[in-house]
């Protein structure tokens, strides 16, 4: 089971933070912190998994952008690592060819998204068609209402 | 500014750019407190806003929530986006509770009454996000709402494939918070049926829903293996064309394949269907097969989602362990990775041969990858991979290759990263220690450990190493020789000095014979460090210095002043001072003759697991193999006398080792004739025997292990027993008293509560000769808690009469605590998490005597249980706390006892998570004071 995800720039800076457990702030905030920091000390060519604390971190670096998922011991690192470039690529289909400022000013879109695909830190969905298809029925049903409002 | 999707907020937007453009922290902070002003004001104020507005402000506070700053308002406003009609309202209400609202919130109700209402909705769009809600942030509030509704939404036929999928991730998470909301019966095997389900996507959900309950109960759910099986060949069989978006770069369904490979390692392999485990078995091989092929795509994906369900796979075959071919074939396969250039695969091959080299079947193959992975060990750019393999290394190495490995180790370990040094030190002392076929080769290991990397090797490893020469006598004056040739270094490290200074105390007159070691060389060579160590080893090194005096009478003038200078005679530290004042004395006191009787060698040490070993297992729980490989390369045989000796010290191994907390001369009285008074108390230790005991009185037993059972004219029943976690030892040692042989002797176990308490009883000789004692070997295992304590009845035969002997075993639940030390602090926030009635047991009881607070305590402390001192304000109340160990689940528990001294009272309080153990605990405790 995921037991968090963070998404962070290179220079630290978090842009998004969803958590599957039940933590205080205070602790979100030093575990987003620590790791953030451990997590930019590390060298391009090493291994996308490490042994953190009591999880085992999965992260992969796509341009600007950090994608880091905390799992827990008996979870697949390579499917992990998998699980975040689907998540790019539907970022990326959705807003066509994503960049960190999508992410940044569509934030409550990128959530929306990661909730078609990971559910209560599970996977719910791995077929990227059905995900943009529940994603495009939800901005349908937005601009329905919208244009009844405007009449 | 990027186009905004959808309906896009233009405020939002603004503020965004507006932070983006700060140019510093301060500038940021400021906008964003005017910011937050600002919604604050709209919140509070009059004018009613309008659900775009809501929306907007919501939004706005949950950016800057992700910005690092807290807040504490707009929940309200939030929960009244919930019960908006436009969905993209209600769509960021649900994203701010579940990313700002915690579970023990005052609005929890209302937010439970929206998700009703959306649940009922027609539209499954809103259905989904009812559920999701639930699935991210699902409480035990949220199970008792929701507990009959959502099983039903899961199997119904009439829900929709999207729903479902939510519905099953939704259940998942209420179930992780109570476990009794999944309904039995029928339900379970319509649940397992969804992994027939034609939806993919549901499948891929459901088998996560279904891992989760076959953990809690396996075999309620056993059904669940064969359809897994057939799902998982058809999937492993399926061309990439076939399963059309749930192929991932031409690997068909990775993830449904991994989840389903995992499933099936909550059980041991399908043995009782043929059929099914013949199945299992073609997968697995296509598997293998298929990471032979040649790749489909270059794409990095491809290969990793290939590889993730190879690795799973592998996983599976390590878990089933039954299959000598396949594993085997994994070994090869993943030697294969160990050079692949990814250097996630070599650190993920690293990882899994570790678990292969702790099978029988493919501990061979995986040593055939020793050089690669020693240079692994020394070559790989990043840390986590290094670590991989010396872990590996560790777990590959047994008689034949220790040699090798140990070497290569120590050798790396000079330029060995430092977060890793003290693991490989512990790492490196356990394998020359378990390896050793010539013990001068562990001593050479350990004292380079020493030099090498001195800083990281703690304690236990250099108690290991003195308990290890004190029981060897082939090495002794190996040993001997190696540290003072050691300690001849111009600088050594301070762990040296220790393991010197011991050594040198009880074996210096092994090499004294070699005028380059003569007795005065030895002292002076000690003594040359004396000044640059810490006052633990000072206060050793006095020791080992009145030992000499003891060893080589020759050098007591010497010895005598460094006694008697004032940095020690009248140090600032009181351990130092004492030590050399009671030293000093003795060495002029004392006949040789005394000297000799009081510092004797050290006798043998028990025999006992390594406590590195321990030490090793804490650091990285879960990591460290146990040694399935046992059979083929055992341990020292440890005599069962030998593990009963060292009953009670086990726990306390490594802090008691070498009885540096108290001294042979801090154990003396200070004033008076010290010397009688010290061996006054030696030889009135020794004879206390407690053989007054004319019957079976169990209660004795409660505080402690050992000690006589029963006894009469006839025959003597002793007792020794050691527990360790939710398992015990117990030797019973039978003695006849008697002239005459004891036939016939034949004992048997009664007890009613089989199923929490296992106990079983190694066979015996049937006749006791005329004043033998014979043992006999009981083990127990505490398989949940229990009250009935196992009686034992004894029926033998005498000068032709029979007899028999009924007693109560030592048994009770106390034996299984482990102590658990805490602060203050702690202790009360758990007393006053345990204050429920069904927690708390208490009794209040009139002291069997005048209240003896000094009894009470030696008591208390063997109970089990930690005495917590300094606890509680009122210094005569006793504040315990300890984990009752049982096979079923560990139980935290914590006790106060207060006397009353007017009332001649005690009262006595147990807290623990469960009922029932409070109330054993209490019962046990009663009246025993």
Redesign the interface.
């Known amino acids: 089971?995921m037991q968090f995800m963070l998404l962070f720039s290179r220079q630290g800076k978090?842009?998004?933070?969803?958590w599957?457990v039940?933590h205080?702030?205070k602790l979100k905030?030093k575990i987003t912190r620590e790791l953030i920091t451990t997590v930019l000390a590390r060298?391009p060519?090493?291994?996308?998994?490490?042994?953190w604390k009591d999880v085992k971190v999965v992260y992969k670096r796509y341009a600007s952008l950090y994608f880091c998922c905390a799992m827990e011991?008996?979870d697949?690192?390579?499917?992990t690592?998998?699980?975040i470039?689907?998540y790019v690529e539907l970022l990326d289909k959705?807003?066509g060819s994503v960049?960190e400022?999508?992410i940044?000013?569509?934030?409550?879109?990128a959530?929306?998204i990661l909730?078609e695909l990971v559910?209560?830190g599970?996977?719910?969905?791995?077929?990227?068609?059905?995900v943009l298809k529940?994603i495009a029925?939800?901005?349908l049903?937005?601009?329905d209402?919208?244009d009844g409002l405007l009449h | 500014m990027p186009a905004v999707r959808g309906d896009g907020m233009r405020g939002l937007a603004v503020f965004i750019s507006d932070i983006r453009n700060c140019k510093s922290k301060e500038a940021e902070i400021k906008r964003i407190n005017k910011e937050l002003a600002n919604i604050r004001s709209k919140f509070k104020g009059d004018k009613t806003l309008d659900g775009y507005q809501k929306k907007k402000y919501v939004c706005k506070l949950l950016f800057i929530f992700l910005l690092g700053h807290d807040i504490d308002f707009g929940h309200m406003e939030a929960v009244n986006l919930l019960s908006s009609n436009k969905y993209s309202e209600k769509q960021i209400g649900y994203l701010f509770i579940s990313v700002l609202v915690n579970t023990n919130s005052d609005l929890i109700k209302l937010i439970i009454q929206s998700i009703k209402n959306d649940l009922q909705s027609r539209n499954p769009i809103h259905v989904n996000l009812a559920l999701q809600c639930i699935a991210n942030i699902g409480s035990k509030d949220m199970a008792e709402a929701f507990g009959t509704e959502i099983p039903k939404l899961l199997v119904s036929g009439d829900t929709m494939d999207v729903v479902k999928q939510s519905a099953a991730l939704c259940l998942l998470r209420l179930f992780r918070k109570s476990p009794e909301i999944i309904p039995g019966g029928e339900w379970t095997s319509r649940i397992i049926h969804l992994l027939n389900d034609p939806h993919m996507g549901v499948v891929t959900a459901a088998t996560s829903l279904i891992d989760a309950l076959v953990k809690k109960n396996p075999d309620e759910y056993k059904g669940c293996v064969t359809l897994a099986v057939a799902r998982l060949s058809r999937i492993v069989t399926a061309s990439y064309t076939d399963l059309q978006d749930y192929t991932y770069y031409f690997v068909p369904a990775p993830w449904l394949s991994v989840k389903l490979l995992r499933l099936l390692q909550n059980y041991t392999p399908p043995s009782e269907e043929p059929g099914v485990r013949g199945r299992l078995s073609e997968c697995l091989e296509t598997i293998f097969n298929k990471a032979q092929e040649p790749p489909k795509s270059k794409k990095v994906q491809h290969s990793n989602a290939k590889n993730a369900v190879l690795f799973e796979a592998i996983s599976l075959i390590i878990h089933n362990d039954s299959e000598p071919n396949l594993l085997v074939r994994a070994c090869n396969q993943l030697g294969q990775f160990l050079s692949n250039r990814e250097t996630n695969l070599r650190y993920l091959a690293l990882e899994s041969m570790c678990h292969l080299a702790t099978s029988e079947f493919s501990h061979e193959a995986v040593k055939k990858h020793q050089e690669i992975v020693i240079l692994s060990m020394k070559m790989e750019k990043d840390v986590s991979v290094r670590q991989q393999a010396v872990d590996l290394l560790y777990a590959m190495c047994d008689k034949t290759n220790a040699e090798e490995i140990v070497q290569e180790m120590l050798a790396y370990l000079e330029t060995a990263d430092y977060s890793i040094r003290e693991e490989m030190v512990l790492k490196v002392a356990i394998l020359a220690e378990k390896y050793a076929t010539d013990f001068t080769w562990y001593v050479d290991v350990i004292l380079n450990l020493i030099r090498i990397a001195g800083d990281y090797v703690s304690e236990e490893v250099w108690y290991r190493v003195i308990q290890i020469v004190i029981n060897r006598d082939e090495v002794q004056a190996y040993a001997a020789k190696t540290v003072f040739e050691a300690l001849q270094a111009p600088t050594c490290h301070e762990n040296m000095v220790k393991v010197g200074g011991y050594i040198l105390g009880e074996f210096g007159n092994l090499i004294a014979g070699d005028t380059r070691s003569s007795p005065q060389v030895q002292f002076e060579l000690l003594h040359s460090k004396y000044h640059l160590c810490s006052v633990a080893t000072r206060a050793l090194l006095l020791s080992t210095y009145i030992k000499l005096v003891n060893l080589f009478p020759e050098i007591k003038n010497r010895v005598q002043e460094v006694f008697k200078a004032d940095s020690n005679l009248r140090s600032a530290d009181v351990e130092l001072q004492q030590r050399a004042s009671e030293y000093l004395q003795l060495s002029i006191v004392a006949s040789t003759d005394v000297l000799a009787t009081v510092l004797e060698e050290m006798p043998a040490f028990p025999e006992r697991e390594s406590s590195i070993l321990a030490v090793l297992k804490k650091k990285k729980p879960g990591r460290i193999p146990d040694d399935v490989r046992e059979s083929k390369s055992p341990l020292p045989t440890v005599a069962p006398t030998a593990i009963l000796n060292s009953t009670n010290n086990t726990n306390s191994s490594s802090a008691d080792l070498l009885g540096l907390s108290t001294p042979p001369g801090s154990a003396a009285p200070t004033t008076g004739n010290g010397l009688l008074d010290v061996l006054g108390d030696l030889y009135t230790s020794t004879k206390i025997s407690p053989s007054t005991v004319q019957q079976n009185n169990i209660k004795k037993f409660l505080f402690k292990n050992n000690g006589v059972l029963f006894e009469n004219e006839l025959i003597q029943i002793g007792v020794k027993s050691e527990f360790r976690q939710n398992l015990g030892r117990i030797g019973l040692f039978y003695g006849n008293k008697t002239q005459f042989p004891i036939q016939n002797v034949h004992p048997e176990l009664h007890w009613t509560d089989l199923h929490k308490l296992n106990v079983q009883m190694k066979p015996m000789e049937p006749i006791l000769e005329a004043g033998a004692q014979i043992q006999q070997m009981l083990t127990a295992e505490c398989i949940e808690d229990f009250t009935d304590v196992p009686s034992m009845s004894v029926s033998f035969i005498y000068n032709n009469v029979p007899q028999k002997i009924t007693m109560k075993l030592p048994l009770t639940l106390n034996k299984f605590f482990e102590p658990t030390e805490m602060n203050g602090e702690s202790f009360f926030a758990r007393w006053k998490n345990l204050g429920g009635e069904q927690q708390r047991a208490q009794k209040i009881f009139k002291a069997q005597g005048p209240i003896d607070l000094t009894g009470t305590r030696t008591k208390l402390a063997g109970f089990g249980m930690q005495l917590l001192d300094g606890i509680d304000p009122n210094p005569d109340n006793f504040v315990c706390a300890g984990i009752v160990h049982t096979k079923m689940q560990q139980v935290g528990c914590l006790m106060r006892l207060e006397p009353n001294k007017q009332a001649q009272m005690y009262r006595l309080t147990i807290r623990s998570s469960k009922e029932s153990v409070s109330q054993e605990i209490c019962n046990l405790l009663a009246d025993q004071f």
């Not at chain 1, 978090?14 to 969803?18: H, V």
């Not at chain 1, 060519?45 to 042994?51: A, I, P, Q, T, W």
């Not at chain 1, 697949?76 to 499917?79: V, W």
């Not at chain 1, 940044?104 to 879109?109: G, T, V």
């Open positions: 089971m978090l842009r998004l933070q969803k599957y039940a205080p702030d905030k060298k060519k090493m291994c996308s998994f490490l042994e011991q008996e697949n690192e390579l499917l690592l998998e699980l470039h689907r959705y807003f960049c400022l999508d940044i000013f569509n934030f409550e879109k959530y929306f909730d559910l209560g599970e996977l719910q969905e791995t077929s990227k068609k059905n529940a029925a939800q901005d049903l937005q601009e209402l919208n």
